[in-house]
């Protein structure tokens, strides 16, 4: 089954993985063409949107550190604690399942 990507911005189809980017906006997680980000991102609409996409190098270095992180206080204080600090990889493996594996 096919998944079609369409961008949050004009609305027409992701076709290229270096095309896209995958933003969070509110709690959701979102899809843009690379330009579209960078023009919303611009406009009015930059007060709502993150501005590290999660397919970004940032962000997973953010999420990489964050699970490392979430490790050592899970073992130093406590497990709840702990969780909190792998919700970056949280949202990086549920953009990756759920956005960027449709295109191939
Ligand atoms: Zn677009």
Redesign the pocket.
Known sequence: MERVLT??????R?NRRDDLVVALVFFSIVP??T??YARALRGCQSAVIGNEPINGVGFTVAAVIGTLTAIWVSVEFSVFMGIIFLLPAGIRLYSLYTIERAIE
Request: aromatic residues 10%.
């Open positions: 961008c949050a911005h004009c609305q027409r992701i843009y063409h330009g579209c």
